[in-house]
């Protein structure tokens, strides 16, 4: 069973760039997709990035496309998320999530970590 920690979140102006942290144990990372999601204040959770089990393959959300990049480092059992030019709408707890490699499921989450982008 894997486990999965975020870390990296906090307050940021907008504008500003922050770098997320999921660290993943208890199975090997490398067979797992993993994915970032968010939910805003109010709004129901939605797909932020994907990355293939190497890294080679990866896809942001189009509200994200050119400010965020997601990547991971195998060898740390560790997936990131790169999020530049924030905007107050991208206020949210962001969650990672894996699913094993050839599977459309999620099916282990992280606790999520509060991004707050202020105007």
């Known amino acids: 069973q894997v486990q999965l920690v975020e870390s990296g979140g906090g307050l940021v102006q907008a504008g500003g760039s922050v770098r997320l942290s999921c660290a993943a144990s208890?199975?090997?990372?490398?067979?797992?997709?993993m994915g970032w999601f968010r939910r805003a204040p109010g709004k129901e959770r939605e797909f932020v990035a994907r990355?293939?089990?190497?890294?080679?393959?990866?896809s942001v959300a189009d509200s994200v496309k050119g400010r965020f990049t997601i990547s991971r480092d195998n060898a740390k059992n560790t997936v990131y998320l790169q999020m530049n030019s924030l905007k107050p709408e991208d206020t949210a707890v962001y969650y990672c999530?894996?699913?094993?490699?050839?599977?459309?499921?999620?099916?282990?989450w992280g606790q999520g970590t509060q991004v707050t982008v202020s105007s």
């Open positions: 999530a894996a699913a094993p490699s050839g599977s459309a499921y999620y099916t282990t």
């Open positions: 208890g199975r090997t990372f490398s067979s797992l997709v």
């Open positions: 990355i293939n089990t190497s890294g080679a393959i990866t």
